[in-house]
């Protein structure tokens, strides 16, 4: 029972490089989400996709790109990295069928620094 | 613009205190407010709140919603060092399908 699961854990990236932070869910939830959280700063949306085939921006979207790849799999793209996305990333899904309201289930974190 | 507000940002208490924390939020609408605690790694979930008035309850922790005035507290009571962590709030709104988190309050418990 996997859950939410993020790769990779930790990266280390130098200015202007690229990378795809990669996010799955086996709980056929329709709703992901990509936060970034720096100290004393909670978790920041940076995109979110309520259901497949639709992607929105959050509070943060600059620097980054998504893609919902099927229900399962939301993708998080840096296409230039830069030192302020120095950050711990988070994955997180949601199911909100009708009716109903379910928690938030959170990957394990990826430490992203770009140096 | 959808906005959750946390306070305090940080707290420190001494074992057995009880301690109550607030977060405010302004959503389109509201689905849900969840609390969350983390300690180090991912969030861990606490509390799912839909009702203004009904208190959730887990051990020493519990929680309530005012959907009326748009906010929530969650008490600790008797307070221990592994309550030490940053709770954190979110709200979830219906039609956008957006789960916005607030800046969380670090809890620091000493013995």
């Known amino acids: 029972n996997a859950g939410v699961t993020q790769t990779p854990k930790f990266q280390v990236l130098k200015t202007g490089q690229s990378m795809t932070l990669q996010c799955a869910q086996d709980m056929n939830h329709n709703s992901m989400y990509w936060y970034r959280q720096d100290p004393g700063m909670g978790l920041r949306l940076i995109y979110y996709s309520a259901s497949e085939g639709t992607t929105d921006k959050g509070e943060v979207p600059n620097g980054y790109n998504v893609s919902r790849l099927n229900k399962r799999e939301f993708s998080l793209r840096l296409e230039s990295a830069a030192p302020s996305q120095t950050s711990v990333y988070f994955c997180?899904?949601?199911?909100?069928?009708?009716?109903?309201?379910?928690?938030?289930?959170f990957g394990q974190g990826t430490r992203l620094t770009v140096v | 613009e959808d906005k959750v507000v946390q306070s305090p940002l940080s707290l420190v208490v001494h074992e057995g205190d009880t301690v109550t924390l607030n977060c405010s939020y302004e959503?389109?609408?509201?689905?849900?407010l969840l609390w969350y605690k983390q300690e180090k790694k991912a969030p861990t979930f606490l509390f799912m709140l839909t009702s203004s008035g009904i208190e959730k309850k887990s051990g020493r922790l519990s929680s309530i919603l005012d959907k009326k005035e748009l906010f929530s507290i969650l008490n600790i009571t008797a307070t221990q060092t592994g309550d030490s962590a940053v709770y954190l709030c979110a709200v979830g709104s219906s039609n956008t399908g957006k789960l916005i988190f607030g800046q969380g309050t670090t809890l620091q418990v000493k013995p």
């Open positions: 959503v389109t609408n509201f689905r849900s």
């Open positions: 997180a899904s949601i199911n909100v069928p009708a009716g109903v309201n379910t928690e938030a289930f």
